[in-house]
């Protein structure tokens, strides 16, 4: 078996949560863990945020008109303004000519009064790009104990029952408590 796979929860609290104390089911309860925790992160996943720190890159056409580029994600710990000039270099955008700021579980980026917008390339659809770092952070436990046990909570779910579950009529894509514990983490976009 390889490395296990960089994830918020790990293969000891996974068998622990499952009271398995053996070792060979191991690789299949990893797959569990990585399906859990796509379910939950990233552009896809049900939170619409990142988990652990993940680095992430946008582009755009041209400077804002209002001064603003919402990111993505939040939960930005790091971020890096780069252009293309009017004659196809690469610059990074000085640090001091804009402010990173958080709100309702967005990151934006806002040029300050003294930034003036250098040309930009015409040879490019997208000569501005934002690469940033967003997440809870590096380790694990930086991920709340709600994620993470909700997480865990798929992974229960799916080692116990192999197929779909049905809740009535329709089949549950997360089990119930999980949705409770994400409840106040999930993003909503717009």
Same mark, same amino acid.
């Given at each position: /078996?390889?490395?296990?796979?960089?994830?918020?929860?790990?293969?000891?609290?996974?068998?622990?949560?499952?009271?398995?104390d053996?070792?060979d089911?191991?690789?299949?309860?990893?797959a569990? /863990?990585?399906?859990?925790?796509?379910?939950?992160?990233?552009?896809?996943?049900?939170?619409?945020r990142c988990?652990?720190?993940?680095?992430?890159?946008?582009?755009?056409?041209?400077?804002?008109?209002?001064r603003?580029?919402?990111?993505?994600? $939040?939960?930005?710990?790091?971020?890096?303004?780069?252009?293309?000039?009017?004659?196809?270099v690469?610059?990074?955008?000085?640090?001091a000519?804009?402010?990173?700021?958080? $709100?309702?579980?967005?990151?934006?980026?806002?040029f300050?009064?003294?930034?003036?917008?250098?040309?930009?390339?015409?040879?490019?659809?997208?000569p501005?790009?934002?690469?940033?770092?967003?997440?809870?952070?590096?380790?694990?436990?930086?991920?709340?104990?709600?994620?993470?046990? $909700?997480?865990? /909570?798929?992974?229960?779910?799916?080692?116990?029952?192999?197929?779909?579950?049905?809740?009535?009529?329709?089949?549950?894509?997360?089990?119930?408590?999980?949705?409770? /514990?994400?409840?106040?983490?999930?993003?909503?976009?717009?």
């Amino acid at each position: /078996m390889g490395a296990a796979p960089r994830l918020p929860i790990t293969l000891e609290e996974a068998k622990a949560h499952l009271v398995v104390d053996f070792n060979d089911d191991d690789g299949l309860i990893l797959a569990y /863990m990585q399906a859990a925790v796509d379910q939950l992160d990233g552009y896809e996943g049900a939170l619409n945020r990142c988990l652990l720190n993940q680095t992430w890159r946008e582009v755009y056409r041209d400077w804002p008109v209002d001064r603003e580029l919402e990111l993505w994600f $939040g939960d930005v710990s790091a971020v890096t303004v780069t252009f293309l000039d009017k004659s196809g270099v690469e610059h990074s955008l000085d640090a001091a000519s804009y402010e990173l700021l958080e $709100g309702f579980g967005r990151s934006f980026i806002r040029f300050l009064p003294a930034f003036t917008a250098p040309l930009l390339s015409k040879d490019t659809t997208t000569p501005v790009r934002v690469e940033y770092v967003s997440g809870f952070g590096d380790l694990p436990e930086n991920v709340p104990a709600a994620i993470r046990y $909700g997480a865990l /909570m798929i992974v229960g779910s799916y080692y116990a029952n192999r197929e779909d579950v049905l809740v009535g009529s329709q089949a549950s894509t997360l089990p119930r408590s999980t949705e409770l /514990m994400i409840k106040r983490y999930r993003r909503f976009v717009v």
